[in-house]
């Protein structure tokens, strides 16, 4: 299980009552490996697994051939994603 706790940050629109250490949100996320690289996540507000897997590039370097059922989205794709977002 991996846990992410979001702590106060000053930002425009958002209250912050001088006490940095009451976490504003923990993340709650349990993460199973499948076979190979190919994980299930359990992850907030989704009703179903998010599945991870490898392709591409990252699949070549792993030696992972395609069109496999591990030929998915990579952890990574979700990080660029995110951040883009």
């Known amino acids: 299980m991996l846990l992410l706790v979001l ?5 425009v629109g958002f209250e912050y ?4 250490s009451k ?3 923990t993340s709650n ?3 199973e490996r499948i076979r190979g690289p190919l994980r299930s996540a ?3 507000a989704e009703s179903e697994p998010v599945m991870f897997g490898v392709h591409a590039g990252v699949a070549e370097h792993y030696g992972v ?3 496999t059922e591990a030929e ?3 952890t990574l794709d979700y990080i660029v994603a995110a951040a883009g977002g």
């Open 7 to 11: 702590m106060p940050a000053h930002s």
């Open 17 to 20: 009552d001088g006490d940095m």
């Open 65 to 67: 051939a395609p069109g």
């Open 72 to 74: 998915r989205a990579t």
């Open 42 to 44: 359990d992850i907030p």
């Open 29 to 31: 996320v349990r993460i």
């Open 23 to 25: 976490p504003v949100y």
